[in-house]
């Protein structure tokens, strides 16, 4: 009896300088068309608000063709917003894939380990205790998640950092980060608990230029970085000694790649604030889409940035007058898929 197989299309493309790369046709398919969703939700995002603009004029404008209204509106106004929601999307997709890979775990995203928590704790200490700037909160925020990195890293640590001991460690850590936020807050005065509330939803409101560059310039360095050590990280997964056994330092690797989840989780946190859930679902999103093994880093990175753009879009369409932040609707999205993922890990004997 035949056991039935199944091929994957799969070729090798010879670069000019001698280099082999294999091309899985699927997954390119899957980030061609996930780019093209995020733009496009992009573009329609930009087109929605109290002065609507048709995509194709939006388009127009990008391209420097509009008249001097549309061109403040887009390029000043809502521009930004959207390309911060693109980076902070990537950001936590990619973040997400990382932790998961590391752990073995689909729950090991920064959402449940803590890392967001923490830099909710540095933006929270920065609005209570010393009534801060937005630029202060921005950096308090990337030093509470880094500071808590550290932590969770320096904890789970023996002989190596593995698995579920970084998932318990991480749930630990992130209730013990969640009872100082609550503290903070009691200890705040009204203004400053009603504007920490408000930084705490998440959301993209009001962000502009001075959220874009910063975090642009982080991607711009850490996202080559990570697709660099993609190859080490596969082997990873195959278990610590066969990867020793290959000439991979796991240690070494997975120290590189764990710093560089933390800056892109506490980034996307320090720019929009705690916005849930998309760093656990986007890369099992992508996972499922590619049905490709290993990190899957490019889509996922592609799909937190279209999964999130479509959100921000979907709070100020389905709702009406009554605008939700994006870190409402990503939280609700996030908290189904969660419980629908434990019920399937429940039935597959994983947990």
Wanted: net charge positive.
């Amino acid at each position: 009896m035949k056991t039935p197989t199944t091929s994957r299309a799969v070729r090798a493309v010879r670069t000019p300088g001698g280099l082999s790369v294999r091309l899985d046709l699927r997954a390119l398919t899957v980030v061609v068309l996930l780019l093209a969703a995020a733009l496009a939700a992009g573009v329609l995002l930009i087109g929605t608000g109290d002065f609507p603009i048709p995509a194709g004029d939006v388009l127009r404008t990008l391209l420097g063709h509009g008249d001097r209204g549309q061109e403040f509106i887009v390029n000043e106004l809502r521009l930004p917003r959207v390309l911060v929601g693109l980076l902070v999307g990537a950001s936590l997709g990619l973040g997400g894939a990382l932790f998961q890979s590391i752990s073995r775990n689909p729950l090991g995203s920064p959402d449940v380990l803590g890392l967001s928590q923490g830099s909710t704790a540095g933006a929270l200490v920065v609005i209570v205790l010393m009534s801060g700037s937005a630029t202060e909160v921005t950096l308090g925020a990337l030093v509470g998640g880094l500071v808590t990195g550290l932590a969770i890293y320096l904890l789970a640590w023996k002989q190596g950092v593995h698995g579920y001991r970084l998932v318990l460690v991480g749930i630990g850590v992130s209730a013990i980060v969640t009872a100082v936020n609550g503290y903070l807050l009691t200890k705040a005065d009204l203004v400053d608990a009603a504007r920490a509330v408000v930084w705490m939803t998440g959301s993209l409101n009001g962000r502009d230029w001075e959220q874009v560059w910063p975090l642009l310039g982080l991607c711009a360095v850490l996202v080559p970085l990570v697709l660099a050590g993609a190859r080490g990280l596969r082997m990873t997964e195959m278990g610590d000694d066969v990867s020793y056994a290959l000439g991979v330092r796991v240690e070494r690797v997975r120290l590189l790649l764990m710093v560089s989840a933390v800056l892109l989780t506490a980034a996307a946190t320090a720019a929009a604030g705690p916005v849930g859930f998309v760093a656990l679902t986007a890369p099992q999103l992508a996972r499922r889409l590619t049905r490709s093994p290993g990190p899957n880093l490019v889509p996922s990175l592609c799909m937190g940035a279209a999964l999130l753009v479509t959100a921000d879009w979907a709070s100020q369409r389905v709702f009406g007058a009554d605008q939700l932040p994006v870190g409402v609707v990503t939280g609700v999205l996030g908290g189904i898929y969660l419980l629908w993922l434990l019920v399937t890990e429940r039935k597959a004997g994983r947990i």
